[in-house]
């Protein structure tokens, strides 16, 4: 009964993550760049953004996706990009070279997820500075389409380096640092979860805050601390590559994410 008692106790600790895959967009068949399922651009900039994001994509490899829906439904918006990223496998597998520019329109968040291998031009502080500067304006006016075209291109700037480092670039606090310093944390927090729940036989109480499933601390500090290490949630999400027919977008290509990137509102 311990045993059993115990596990419930785990999937209860881990439900959040259950439960957010349950509420992500499958990867898009066929597959294309720009995503709107909040409906927010019309067929004209929608069309604009994915000629301009595929002509990207076939001269660098370089993936910029673009996803709009309308509400997280109260999950934090990094792990629902950060699944996003990995279960569609944006970016190339080897080169992990992709960015996913997720808003929400009715929470009136966004998030830039960086993949690894692009973390170096695009590091968090840029990415911010991109969503203060190029996405909050034309978002507050409603003008997605502004937002995001702007966005994009200086994605694509910082990506070749061309894009203005803000003041303090050289200073900032890099992300290289979780590695195996994270994972030791994180295996000290498991055992301190297993060790909780050995104590309270089974109560489980401690682990929850006000807020319910999504202030579980548990969930929130390993994917933190794992983040930088390409397991997560697993759903890197395959895909064959560029198959680049008809001058369209040829699919994703397997990428990866361990979190950087930044998150904002308008």
């Known amino acids: 009964m311990k045993l059993i008692r115990n596990i419930v106790l785990i999937l209860l600790v881990c439900s959040p993550f259950l439960v957010i895959g349950q509420n992500i967009p499958s990867r898009p068949n066929p597959p294309k760049l720009v995503n709107d399922q909040a409906d927010v651009l019309s067929p ?10 595929v002509a ?10 673009i996803l709009t829906i309308q509400t997280l439904e109260g999950y934090p918006i990094e792990e629902y990009a950060l699944k996003i990223f990995r279960d569609w496998g944006i970016g190339n597998k080897t080169t992990n070279n992709g960015v996913l520019i997720l808003a929400v329109i009715e929470d009136r968040q966004v998030r830039i997820e960086v993949g690894y291998g692009l973390e170096g031009a ?9 969503i203060r500067n190029d996405i909050a304006p034309g978002f507050r006016s409603n003008n997605y389409y ?5 966005a994009s291109e200086s994605v694509i700037k910082a990506a070749a380096g061309e894009y203005k480092a803000p003041e303090g670039y050289r200073t900032r606090t890099g992300k290289s640092g ?16 297993l060790s909780n729940i050995n104590r ?3 109560g489980g109480g401690g682990f929850m805050s006000r807020r ?20 997560g949630w697993g759903g890197s999400g395959g895909g064959g590559g560029w198959s680049g027919g008809g001058g369209g977008f040829g699919g994703f290509g397997g990428g990866s994410s361990g979190g950087g990137g930044a998150s904002g509102s308008w």
């Open 200 to 202: 309270r036989g089974g």
């Open 146 to 150: 502004e937002g995001f075209d702007k």
């Open 212 to 231: 319910g499933y999504r202030g579980l601390v548990g969930p929130s500090i390993l994917a933190s601390l794992l983040g930088g290490g390409g397991g």
């Open 178 to 193: 979780k590695g195996i310093g994270g994972m030791i944390v994180a295996f000290i927090v498991i055992i301190f979860i």
């Open 122 to 130: 695009i590091p968090d502080i840029t990415a911010n500075q991109i």
């Open 56 to 65: 990207y994509d076939d001269s660098t490899s370089n993936q910029v996706v």
């Open 44 to 53: 004209d900039e929608e069309s604009r953004l994915e000629r301009k994001l």
